[in-house]
Nanobody
């Protein structure tokens, strides 16, 4: 079992930047892939980005490619999401997620691909 806690959300103007963090605790001595999803009001939870345990495999949603960067620091058990050039349509609750294993995250864009979830952090982008 891995517990996840997001932080770093807030209110930002369009074109601005935010960096989200996700602190993992619990069974962090085992390898796990991690990702970020988001959910806007009235919409389904959607994939944003994912990173493998080694950091060598990355996956991004088309809507955030070139603007968002996912990274991780396994020594600190922390995952990051750097969000640049933010748009009002990026407004959502952002969730950190993880699943055991060392495999690639290629194509793993479904909520069913992940096991553990954080409580979420609100990101609001004003126009």
């Amino acid at each position: 079992q891995v517990q996840l806690a997001e932080s770093g959300g807030g209110l930002v103007q369009a074109g601005g930047s935010l960096r989200l963090s996700c602190a993992a605790s619990g069974r962090t001595f085992s390898a796990y892939a991690t990702g970020w999803f988001r959910q806007a009001p009235g919409k389904e939870r959607e994939f944003v980005a994912a990173i493998s345990w080694s950091g060598g495999s990355l996956e991004y949603a088309d809507s955030v490619k070139g603007r968002f960067t996912i990274s991780r620091d396994n020594a600190k058990n922390t995952i990051y999401l750097q969000m640049n050039s933010l748009k009002p349509e990026d407004t959502a609750v952002y969730y950190c997620t993880a699943v055991p294993g060392e495999s690639s995250v290629y194509g793993r864009q479904s909520v069913d691909d992940y096991l553990w979830w954080g409580q979420g952090t609100q990101v609001t982008v004003s126009s």
